[in-house]
């Protein structure tokens, strides 16, 4: 298993922008696909976006495209998701997870602890 860990949540202002940063360690960290999920009080974990292992292939939720973009620095271990022009309902815990490609949580067998996103209107 790959172990994660977030950071970079906060409280911003409709309209901000946040980057939530992704550590991932273990022997096969960039050889996985690595994705991002979030989980709203009450409601269900959703997928937000997930990046092939090269980092060549990408996809979004429709409700973010445009304004999220999902990247990784092998060299570094690490997964971003660059959060631009938030709204009140991308307020969520978000999870980093690594897996196979794909966009239900099943698909991923390791996940960070999550970070909490807060955007006020």
């Known amino acids: 298993q790959v172990q994660l860990v977030e950071s970079g949540g906060g409280l911003v202002q409709a309209g901000g922008s946040l980057r939530l940063s992704c550590a991932a360690s273990?022997?096969?960290?960039?050889?996985?696909?690595m994705g991002w999920f979030c989980q709203a009080p009450g409601k269900e974990r959703r997928f937000v976006a997930v990046?092939?292992?090269?980092?060549?292939?990408?996809s979004y939720v429709d409700s973010v495209k445009g304004r999220f973009t999902i990247s990784r620095d092998n060299a570094k271990n690490t997964v971003y998701l660059q959060m631009n022009s938030l709204k009140p309902e991308d307020t969520a815990v978000y999870y980093c997870?690594?897996?196979?490609?794909?966009?239900?949580?099943?698909?991923?067998?390791?996940w960070g602890q999550g970070t909490q996103v807060t955007v006020s209107s």
């Open positions: 997870a690594a897996g196979r490609w794909g966009q239900n949580p099943a698909d991923f067998d390791s």
């Open positions: 990046i092939s292992p090269s980092g060549n292939f990408k």
């Open positions: 273990g022997r096969t960290a960039s050889a996985v696909a």
